[in-house]
C-alpha cells in the first residue's frame, strides 16, 4: 500500500491518476483520522517533503511506503514568494482563494505588468519507508500569472497560472493536459524513472538503499 502524506483530496487525485499502475492502492491521510499533520518546520521544499514523508513512515503500520509532496508557487516579482508558504500565504485560516487575492494584491503593488508576472510551480517528492528516504525528485514548470482568474478547474493557484507555451491557465485546462505538464507531473515522472530503473514495487519486497534524482 502507498499512503499519501496529504489531507488534500485534490491533491491525491492528481498523484493517483498521475501514478497509474505503479500501486494497487493508494490512499492518503484522509483514511488514518488518528494521525495528526506534520509540522512543516523546513526551510525548502525538500525539507518539509523529507519531514512530512518520515513523520507518515512513523505513524503508519510497519513496510507502507509514504510519499510526501511539497509544492508551491514562486513568483520573480516578489522574490520567491509565496513559495513555502503557498498553502498559507494569506496567513491563519488561509484558503485558495483568500491566497490568490492576496497574491494579485502584492502584484499589483509591486506594479507588475505582463513578463515582469513571471513564476513557476515548483514540486518535491519523497518517498519513504520503515523511516528511511527511499528517494527524492523534484519537478518544475515556468509560467505567467494573469491579472485575474480564469477557469473553474484544478485547485489553489491554477485560475491564475499560465502554464509557458499555453494561452489558458491550469484551471481552464483539461485535467489530462495539465496533468501532463505540471510540476507535480514533472516530479512524478521522474518517481515513475526511479521505480522502473530500480525495479522496486510500491506494493511489495524490501525497502531499498535511498537515491536521490
Known amino acids: 500500500m502507498l499512503v499519501i502524506a496529504t489531507h488534500n483530496a485534490h491533491k491525491t487525485d492528481e498523484i493517483r491518476a498521475m501514478l497509474g499502475d505503479l500501486a494497487e492502492q493508494v490512499t492518503d491521510l484522509t483514511q488514518f483520522p488518528d494521525i495528526a499533520p506534520a509540522d512543516e518546520t523546513g526551510t525548502t521544499f525538500v525539507a518539509n517533503a523529507t519531514i512530512k514523508a518520515l513523520a507518515a513512515c512513523e505513524a503508519l503500520p510497519a513496510g507502507t511506503w509514504a510519499l510526501a509532496d511539497d509544492s508551491g508557487l514562486e513568483v520573480d516579482a516578489l522574490d520567491g514568494a509565496p513559495g513555502i508558504y503557498s498553502a498559507r500565504y494569506s496567513g491563519e485560516g488561509a484558503t485558495d482563494a483568500t491566497n490568490r487575492e492576496k497574491l494579485l494584491r502584492e502584484l499589483e503593488a509591486a506594479q507588475a505588468r505582463g513578463k515582469e508576472r513571471s513564476a513557476r510551480f515548483r514540486c518535491v517528492l519523497v518517498l519513504a519507508r520503515n523511516g ?14 494573469t491579472n485575474e482568474e480564469k477557469g473553474d478547474g484544478g485547485f489553489g493557484y491554477d485560475p491564475l497560472f499560465v502554464p509557458e507555451g499555453h494561452c489558458a491557465t491550469f484551471a481552464e485546462l483539461s485535467a489530462d493536459v495539465k496533468n501532463s505538464l505540471s510540476h507535480r507531473a514533472r516530479a512524478v515522472e521522474a518517481l515513475r524513472q526511479i521505480i522502473a530503473d530500480r525495479n522496486l514495487s510500491l506494493n511489495y519486497g524490501e525497502a531499498p538503499h535511498s537515491v536521490n534524482a
Open 132 to 145: 528511511e528516504v527511499v528517494a527524492s525528485c523534484d519537478g518544475s514548470v515556468e509560467g505567467i500569472i
